[in-house]
Structures are given as structure tokens and as C-alpha cells.
């Protein structure tokens, strides 16, 4: 067991120096990558902690009791984050999801949803501000988040039985706590509400048409997610994975669905309605349908490193910078400089590369950067 958990802190030790580059980079808005990618969607881990246990993102066996998260003094700080989603913004970033772990275990999280909302893009607009959750704590958290300025929530949900449910996160919490949180957010006003289910073939994917029969027609939309490839503990295996094609089929074998254009560039999620006006589902095919030739988004992590692919080995420690007294042209300098050497595009080369890495290394976990 030993063996498994030491790789992981090596990883979050780990990372590539944020540098300055020789000519300073002004921030203007329009910054693309190697392959022409813009920045517009930035995605913040607040945490590395969580309440579940779920086999395909944080196991039992290598997240016990034994297992050393990251101290408090080595998280940003609410300032520190709110600085650079500042020079994220300047880059063109015009949408911020708070991730985890679980980002409702952060204390007091509506301080900096209140923070991140006094943001600006380039347009001189709010930015989208979201949150990706179990739902675990939403019932007592959503009126607070919404009053802070933050605009809608994405629940994850694997399935409506409680007893595979309660497997799954293996820390026997109820379906219906979760429900509930939903229903709290949105009473609160924080949608339209998203629902993913991550289908494993062989564990939940019985569960998928009684998903799709339960919030159809509510306004929620229910989003189906490959089993990934994420980190190193997870155990993937391809022969578990259900293709998207195959739960789209499933569904349209009770519920005929026609297909909807993307709603924004970059989208992960290919949308269909159903036929009747029931609402939409969405699918999202990194495994099979790779949607890297568009991918808009950068990640960083609850200690300050930026991340250019949920696949990726190594991360940017812009954290060093911040606390190094960088002013705030050198942080947007730095990230600009950053994302203009980005050629990431690890579902497109799945198939290519060994088995263990992204293009070299042990990939991060997936609970440590969000999904």
C-alpha cells in the first residue's frame, strides 16, 4: 500500500518553475497556445481533501486514514487565488469552476466566490462563476454561495440506487442526501443544474436509463462521462469503459433524442434534446471522441500550480512567484508565456503513448487538480 501513496506525494511535490520570459508578455486578451487554443475557461482546485471514496478518483486503499494531505500554509490563500484568476482573466479566461476534492470541505468557500465575483473579463463583464460538487454539503451551502455571486452548480451523481450509490462512494452516504442538495441549489436559484454521472460498464451502467427517467423534464441536464484514464490509482481498464455512443443508444431506445449544437467553443459535452422537449443530455467522450483540437481550459491546483491537461505529469508553480512578490504584469507575463508553449492533446494521443504516462511521467490525480 505504501508503494501506491508515496508516487503521489513525489507528484504534488513536484513541478516545473514558472519563469519570466526574456520580453515581457502583456496580458490582452487574445493569448492562444502552440495550436492555436485561446484561454477561457479556468478551473481552480480549492482542495485536495473529500468526504468520498470513489474507486475511480480517490480509492479507499491508497486515500486512508495514513494518507498525508497538503498542510494548510501550502494552500493560496483566498487572496492568492483571487490575484491570479485576475491575470487569468486578462489572458481572455471568461469562466471560473471551483473544483476539488470537494470544495464545499473548504472553510468558509463563499468568501471567495464573493471575491472571484468582483472579477472582470476584458469585456469588462463578471465572469461565469461555477462549482463542481458531490452534493454532500450542497443542502447547507447553496443560499450562501448564491448570495456570494456564484451563478450555477454541477452536481456529481453515479446513480439513483442507493445501494450502488452508497458502493460507489464507498463511504455509505445516502442517495438521498445528495438529492436534496440538489433541490437546495435549485431553490437557491444556482442553475440551470448539471448532473454527471461517470458510467463504469459492469458496475452502474444498469443505472443509466433510470437517470436519464428521473431528471428529465426537471431542467436539469443530465451529463454521462466515460470512465478516464485519470491519475495513476484508479485501476482503469479500457474494457470497463462504455462508449458514449453506446449509453446515447440506451437512452434513445426509451427517449428518441435529436442532437443540439455546442453551446459554447470548447465544449466538452456533445448535447441532444429529447425528441418530446423533455430537456437535453449531454455526453462527454474523452476516452472515444477525443475533443482536445479545441480545448480552452487550464487548471490550477489548491497549491498554486498551473496545469495545461487534466492528463498531464507536471504543473507550473506560479505559487513561488506570487509569494516571491511578483507584481501582477510579471504573474500575467508568466502565464501568458505559459500557455503559448501548450501542445497538450493527450486523448488525441492516447493510443501513442505508454500506458503510465501523459507523454512521460505518472499522470496527476485527478482529486488533486479536478475534473
Known amino acids: 500500500m505504501a508503494e501506491r501513496v508515496i508516487p503521489l506525494v513525489d507528484q504534488r511535490l513536484r513541478a516545473l518553475r514558472a519563469t519570466l520570459p526574456a520580453q515581457p508578455l502583456a496580458a490582452s486578451g487574445l493569448v492562444a497556445d502552440a495550436l492555436g487554443r485561446p484561454l477561457r475557461d479556468l478551473r481552480i482546485s480549492v482542495t485536495d481533501r473529500c468526504n468520498f471514496r470513489c474507486s475511480y478518483c480517490m480509492p479507499k486503499e491508497v486515500f486512508d486514514k495514513n494518507y498525508q494531505y497538503l498542510p494548510h500554509a501550502s494552500l493560496l490563500s483566498f487572496e492568492e487565488i483571487t490575484r491570479l484568476a485576475g491575470q487569468f482573466l ?159 443508444q440506451r437512452i434513445a431506445s426509451e427517449f428518441p433524442l435529436q442532437p443540439l449544437s455546442p453551446a459554447t467553443p470548447g465544449e466538452t459535452a456533445q448535447r441532444w434534446a429529447y425528441a418530446d422537449g423533455a430537456g437535453e443530455v449531454g455526453f462527454i467522450s474523452s476516452v472515444t471522441q477525443a475533443f482536445c483540437g479545441d480545448c480552452n481550459r487550464a487548471r490550477l491546483s489548491t497549491e498554486g500550480k498551473l496545469y495545461l491537461c487534466l492528463f498531464a505529469s507536471n504543473g507550473y508553480d506560479l505559487r513561488s512567484l506570487l509569494r516571491e512578490g511578483a507584481s501582477d504584469a510579471d504573474l500575467a507575463s508568466a502565464i501568458g508565456h505559459i500557455w503559448q508553449g501548450r501542445d497538450d492533446r493527450y486523448s488525441e494521443l492516447r493510443g501513442s503513448l505508454p500506458a503510465d504516462s501523459a507523454g512521460g511521467g505518472r499522470r496527476v490525480e485527478m482529486s488533486y487538480i479536478g475534473g
Not at 93 to 100: A, C, D, M, S, W
Not at 183 to 196: C, E, F, S, Y
Request: hydrophobic share 45%.
Open 90 to 248: 486578462a489572458h481572455g479566461v471568461h469562466k471560473i469552476r471551483l473544483t476539488g476534492g470537494e470544495p464545499l470541505l473548504r472553510k468558509n468557500l463563499e468568501v471567495l466566490v464573493a471575491q472571484l465575483a468582483q472579477l472582470r473579463t476584458v469585456e469588462g463583464m463578471p465572469p461565469e462563476l461555477t462549482l463542481t460538487t458531490n452534493g454532500s454539503l450542497l443542502a447547507r451551502k447553496a443560499q450562501a454561495l448564491k448570495e456570494a455571486g456564484l451563478q450555477r452548480v454541477t452536481v456529481s451523481l453515479d446513480g439513483l440506487d442507493d445501494t450502488v450509490f452508497r458502493s460507489m462512494n464507498d463511504v455509505d452516504f445516502p442517495v438521498a442526501e445528495v438529492l436534496d442538495g440538489i433541490a437546495a441549489a435549485r431553490a437557491a436559484g444556482l442553475g440551470p443544474i448539471k448532473v454527471n454521472m461517470v458510467v463504469k460498464r459492469g458496475t452502474n451502467d444498469h443505472e443509466i436509463l433510470a437517470m436519464a427517467r428521473h431528471f428529465r423534464g426537471t431542467g436539469v441536464v443530465l451529463r454521462f462521462i466515460e470512465y478516464m484514464d485519470v491519475g495513476a490509482t484508479n485501476g482503469w481498464r479500457m474494457d470497463e469503459v462504455m462508449p458514449s455512443d453506446e449509453v446515447r
